[in-house]
């Protein structure tokens, strides 16, 4: 009875050894695997460690760079900020990358490109900076140039200033030159002028045979003789003397015929315009000497108080009445 009770506790706690050997060599198996795990775990979780480091380490190389890029230009000093902007973006994706697929090597890569990215803006700052550096030498160049002209414009304004000026004053003393000149012109002929004196008019009537016959009626004129004397000027040239006579009629008109030699003369006085009647030159020998001229202009005659006038040198130099009945 004693051997069978001890037969089986023996058994029961062979069964229960082999149990806790199994359940020992389960717990073992567990550990091991575990233990495992948390290996894996650590390996990551210092990978994860290492790329988020490279990648901040990267980004704030990459931002640091690109802010001593900066300068005095607003506009490269924007575009600075932006191209910083577009880093940070792409350096949050890559942390997304990192903490959602643990794709590591692939976070590696976008790092690379992140550092290629940055070598990129670098690049494109530099070039810019020294186009704008060239942009400025330019600039300086034309400000200078531009100054340089414009001081060479104030020059040559005030010099044509005082040109104008002066020829002004040339055209005003040239002007007061010319009227003296002009008035002693005047002066000169005037004092040359040829004296005229026993101006006188008579009428007559051609006759068949060619004689003509003196009338005093208006009705019995068909022509004209008019005589006078050119009187001695000592100041007046030998030389040929031109005398513009003008015969007023009763109505106050100056009789003109242009056929008959009439036309306009102009005064020395006032360089007005004047009708004459007919005009004679004569050789002028520094004596006295007769003139006389008939002239027939084809015209009848009215009765009445007519004047004659002689001028010469666009002077008067007589005048007298003579009347036709």
């Known amino acids: 009875m004693t051997t069978e009770k001890s037969s089986k506790n023996i058994a029961i706690f062979s069964v229960i050894a082999i149990i806790l050997l199994l359940i020992s060599a389960y717990l073992f198996y567990q550990n091991a695997q575990l233990k495992k795990e948390v290996m ?23 931002e640091q760079q690109l802010l001593n890029l900066k300068g005095d230009n607003a506009l490269l000093n924007q575009r600075i900020d932006e191209q910083i902007e577009e880093l940070a973006r792409q350096k949050n994706e890559i942390s997304s990358l990192i903490s959602r697929n643990k794709d590591y090597q692939s976070a590696k890569t976008e790092i690379s490109e992140l550092k290629a990215t940055l070598e ?22 034309l400000k200078n140039t531009a100054s340089e002209l414009n001081e060479e414009i104030e020059r040559t304004q005030f010099e044509n200033k005082i040109l104008s000026s002066e ?18 012109s005047k002066t000169v002929s005037k004092a040359s002028i040829i004296p005229v004196s026993d101006l006188d008019v008579k009428g007559y009537m051609s006759k068949e045979g060619g004689k003509d016959v003196r009338r005093r009626r208006a009705s019995n004129v068909d022509k004209l003789e008019i005589c006078f004397t050119a009187n001695v000027n000592e100041i007046a040239k030998e030389g040929k003397e031109t ?8 109505q106050g008109e100056t009789i003109s015929v242009e056929d008959a030699g009439s036309g306009t003369m102009t005064l020395t006085d006032t360089d007005s315009k004047l009708q004459y009647s007919l005009q004679r030159t004569i050789d002028y020998k520094s004596n006295s000497s007769d003139e006389c001229f008939q002239w027939a202009p084809e015209i009848p005659f009215t009765e009445g108080s007519y004047v004659v006038e002689v001028y010469n040198k666009g002077f008067l130099s007589a005048s007298e009445t003579f009347k036709l009945r």
């Open 40 to 62: 894996g775990m650590q390996n990551e979780y210092t990978m994860l460690e290492d790329v988020n480091r490279e990648l901040d380490s990267q980004y704030m190389e990459a």
């Open 120 to 141: 990129q803006y670098v690049e494109e700052i530099t070039e810019l900076k020294n186009q704008n550096e060239l942009l400025g030498e330019e600039n300086q160049f």
């Open 167 to 184: 020829k002004a004053e040339l055209a005003e003393a040239k002007q007061k030159l010319t009227s003296a000149n002009t008035e002693l």
């Open 243 to 250: 005398f513009y006579i003008r015969i007023i009629s009763p």
